[in-house]
């Protein structure tokens, strides 16, 4: 699953990430904060698995502890991609070569194909459709399905590539050819984010 945390969050990282290791007490002098705030931060974030916690003996004294940010932490710490994702985007649409642009735009379209549709495989439709909405999920996104109309519906609450498709429609009209690829039927994109809607739909057709 995708971790997600706040503002709060990122930047207590990033200063315990600054002194590389540190005690309760030194990160206490640095944040400004109560013991008791920083423990229950602490607690919080070695849950899951963003900070680790060290002991070290010195001497003939008690050991004590310290606490380093993870990996995984530095790894969420770094995963803002949004800024190269517009860059990326924009070059490829400023390919010359027609033929050149489409195959690498195939390309996109098949190796998101193959990372939100790995584990897709269930023999109905609802099934996929409920398996993809795990996939999506563990990447970060908002999502519901409503199977209370005639057609299931998969209901994005937050768009992954609002920046670029604030500029460029065509983004969403990839996506929904990789949702259509990885649930093997026609989706329709019945409402979108960028004609004012609260949330975009993608709504299956059954044939």
């Known amino acids: 699953m995708r971790v997600s945390i706040d503002e709060n969050d990122r930047s207590f990282l990033l200063g315990l990430n600054r002194l590389k290791s540190a005690t309760i007490h030194e990160i206490c002098e640095q944040e400004g904060v109560t013991a008791t705030a920083v ?9 899951l698995e963003l900070i680790e916690r ?4 010195e001497g003939r004294g008690r050991p004590h502890y310290t606490y380093s940010v993870t990996t995984l932490g530095m790894r969420l710490l770094g995963d803002n991609y949004a800024e190269l994702a517009n860059i990326l985007w924009e070059e490829l649409k400023g390919i010359d ?5 489409c195959r690498l735009a195939a390309r996109i379209q ?3 194909v193959q990372q939100y549709g790995r584990n897709v495989d269930a023999p109905s439709l ?3 459709m409920e398996q993809l909405k795990q996939a999506l999920e563990e990447r970060g996104f ?6 209370t109309g005639p057609l299931p519906i998969l209901r994005e609450h937050n768009c992954p590539y609002h920046d670029i498709a604030s500029t460029d429609a065509s983004i969403c009209e990839l996506e929904q050819r990789v949702f259509e690829r990885v649930l093997g039927t026609k989706m329709k994109l019945s409402e979108c984010c960028l004609d004012g809607h609260h949330c975009c739909e993608f709504e299956a057709h059954i044939s």
């Open 126 to 128: 609802q099934g996929r």
């Open 142 to 147: 908002v999502v519901e399905l409503d199977h």
């Open 110 to 112: 098949t190796a998101l």
């Open 97 to 101: 070569d027609e033929e050149l642009r």
């Open 54 to 57: 060290t002991q070290v003996k």
């Open 39 to 47: 423990r229950q931060r602490l607690v919080r974030l070695q849950g």
